[in-house]
């Protein structure tokens, strides 16, 4: 597989435009905090740009405090929901499968029934057949 066909399966996978749609939310809240900071600017002006200078930080502080505990409790939750959905399907193949294994057995069991031939009678008739007439042996003189 060429470099090329390698980057344009990943430029269009699900994990690819998850990372650009986190990446979209990110950039929306940023534009948000811009907004809300330039609005604060004029009256609080000096407090605004100490909480602009420790925000990294802070910022960097939540995500490695935070973000291994959410990702784990999502890791989990996400596992337990695919597990439940592979049992899922699991059990509802089982039904499909056993479904028409009945419905092919019955139906074997009905053809072979039809297919069976009648008893034989004790006694045998022969088949009946035409008596043909025998020519008269010419008699001795």
């Known amino acids: 597989m060429t470099l090329t066909d390698q980057i344009k399966k990943i430029a269009e996978s699900k ?31 000096v407090e605004v740009r100490e909480t602009a200078k420790e925000l990294p930080g802070k910022a960097r502080e939540t995500v490695v405090k935070s973000l291994p ?46 297919a069976k031939p ?3 009678s004790k006694e045998r008739k022969a088949p009946a057949t035409k008596a043909t007439p025998r020519a008269k042996k010419p008699t001795r003189a």
């Open 15 to 45: 994990p690819f435009y998850a990372v650009a749609g986190a990446g979209g939310v990110a950039v929306d809240n940023l534009r948000t905090l811009r907004h809300r900071l330039r609005k604060q600017l004029g009256a609080r002006r």
């Open 69 to 114: 505990a959410r990702v784990r409790k999502y890791a989990d939750t996400t596992a337990t929901q695919a597990s439940r959905l592979y049992d899922d399907l699991a059990v509802r193949g089982r039904k499909m499968v056993t479904s028409v294994s009945h419905e092919a057995a019955q139906e074997l069991r009905e053809v072979s029934e039809t």
């Open 118 to 120: 009648e008893p034989a």
